[in-house]
T-cell receptor, first 115, second 107 residues
Framework: DTGVSQNPRHKITKRGQNVTFRCDPISEHNRLYWYRQTLGQGPEFLTYFQNEAQLEKSRLLSDRFSAERPKGSFSTLEIQRTEQGDSAMYLC?????????????FGEGSRLTVL | AQRVTQPEKLLSVFKGAPVELKCNYSYSGSPELFWYVQYSRQRLQLLLRHISRESIKGFTADLNKGETSFHLKKPFAQEEDSAMYYCALGVFNKFYFGSGTKLNVKP
């Protein structure tokens, strides 16, 4: 297991296009998180899953953003009708835990540039 | 609302000098605090958590509930400590990160 894997690593798109990012967590981890990070800021929580259930979604996340985790394995984050303000690094992290906050293992991120 | 504040964007020290990276949090419940580190061209990784009360790479952090702080300290900084450091607050399986402090250890 090489850790959390994210694809693509870089994506350049034109405003108005749709983009999808994929995250493959560490295999035994039941929790999966998506974060967004812009220059000079820390990771900002977007959403998280426990197994296949999406348990929470940030109020900052517009309805153009959707995430799935079918069968509790990999996850996808889709952004529809991209805007320049969506340009950021999108981080995925996974953890193992049932009742307690566990250590997050991060992927290398997917950098989105919207022209 | 939960919030994590790291007041210093950049901290520069000479090798061998003591280091303290500040972190303050806002949360009315019982907090879980963490320090994450990102070395150049590496992914974000856990450095230490308050519940473990351990020292990692010479770093320690004490949770002060009265001052709502979780400052990261190291008595003698090394050049390999140069990195971005993020303080994080764990609340019901969600993590809230500060904006980070870049530590630069000069030779």
């Amino acid at each position: 297991d090489t850790g959390v894997s994210q694809n693509p690593r870089h994506k350049i798109t034109k405003r108005g296009q749709n983009v999808t990012f994929r995250c493959d967590p560490i295999s035994e981890h039941n929790r999966l998180y998506w974060y967004r990070q812009t220059l000079g800021q820390g990771p900002e929580f977007l959403t998280y899953f426990q197994n296949e259930a999406q348990l929470e979604k940030s109020r900052l996340l517009s309805d153009r953003f959707s995430a799935e985790r079918p069968k509790g394995s990999f996850s996808t984050l889709e952004i529809q009708r991209t805007e320049q303000g969506d340009s950021a690094m999108y981080l995925c992290a996974s953890s193992f835990g049932q009742t307690h906050t566990g250590e997050l293992f991060f992927g290398e991120g997917s950098r989105l540039t919207v022209l | 609302a939960q919030r994590v504040t790291q007041p210093e964007k950049l901290l520069s020290v000479f090798k061998g000098a003591p280091v303290e990276l500040k972190c303050n949090y806002s949360y009315s419940g019982s907090p879980e605090l963490f320090w994450y580190v990102q070395y150049s061209r590496q992914r974000l990784q856990l450095l230490l958590r308050h519940i473990s009360r351990e020292s990692i790479k010479g770093f320690t952090a004490d949770l002060n509930k009265g001052e709502t702080s979780f400052h990261l300290k190291k008595p003698f900084a090394q050049e390999e400590d140069s990195a971005m450091y993020y303080c994080a607050l764990g609340v019901f399986n969600k993590f809230y990160f500060g904006s980070g402090t870049k530590l630069n250890v000069k030779p």
